[in-house]
DNA sequence: CCACATTAATGAGTGTAATCATATTTCCAT
DNA sequence: ATGGAAATATGATTACACTCATTAATGTGG
């Protein structure tokens, strides 16, 4: 089953207007970009781009999930991070997520806070991004449970998973700003919050 | 000195507009409001609106500004909190506000987690904005000093206040979603966080 | 190879936040 | 009071994200 003509057009379509995302975004920022100049730039009309991206913002955020689900096929192929405690798995996970994010800096915090937001009230998204957040979500869910599972943690349930979200959020706030070389401050911070995190979960601070 | 025609013309378009956004706003919400609407209600221009609040995200923040501004007078004149420990404090403290949101729920979930932005890459705000949101900041940080001179916890720098900052978003994030009856789910949530917090500080969780 | 169905591309059109040159109002010094 | 300066209001205009009816390209069954 090969791919048809069209399916291939489709994809360098896609790939075009990404490419063109990629070169523009990180050079302007997210706000001076428009549309109109990336759909240029990939030789399309100024409509095309939305029979592939709802919104300038799901464009933005395509490079964001890319990175998500990169994370999690990492993961899945590391096994070596099978045997680590919860806190240098995270740690593992949120770097790696970091590095990854380096090229899209100067423009994916823009968008980023509102890709965490789970309720129509934040703003107005489309469900389809909701539900991918919620895949990366359940990833970190899934560690979490692996914890519980070896007695690491005690339950921690999906607030949780909710909760490490929204660490990863505060961490990612903190990366944007960081001028410290090689961004050891975060990196040192997120150390830091995590061994807290797991040391007060041990000694039965959730259990209370 | 009494004020002259126009500081008592200016402050009454001021709170015309102020007054149509918030009939508007809370109606249709703040994506399907218009500026063109609001204008319209409050009889004046459409430009003159933009006299007055630099954006659309700006007017729906004034609430917010205000509503910090007002715990922050309410704090300095309850006498009563100077005595209570720091969790109960800052329990007062976050309950009071979301007291205070609540004619604002349906809309202002969409413009607050920008406010808490501090750095240019997530938002094209206006440095004022940030300058108020610093204000309560400091706010949080004074009443974290004074927990840490009474000894009641460790020194926890401006990191403390950042981190109170954001934990307070994480709570306000909850508070739009909780259905509860009284919204008394996001309050046993808030009261639990921070005793588990304020235990995990005490016993030296933070000093490691 | 051809009709015709399906899918994708197009760009003029739309709605709206925000701007800006101009007009109006208020203030104040004489 | 009056003229001119300063502040404020105005709404036509702009810039932009996004829509949609139409056109073009591709696939498919006979």
Known sequence: MKPGRRVQKKEKTKQAI???ALELFPAKGFYATTTKAISKKAH????TLFNYFETKEDLA???LEEELSGVME???ANRRLENADIAENLFAIIQHLLERLEPYEEFIGAVYMRALSPTSKLSPFSFESQDRHLRYLRFIREILLEAEADGE???VGDFGAYAVGLFQLAILTHWLQDKSRGKEQTLALLDRCLKMATHFLRNGGWNW
Chains 1, 2 share one sequence.
């Open 74 to 76: 990492w993961h899945l």
């Open 18 to 20: 990404l490419k063109a």
């Open 44 to 47: 399309i009309a100024e409509g």
């Open 153 to 155: 943690i005690p339950p």
């Open 61 to 63: 955020l395509y490079f």
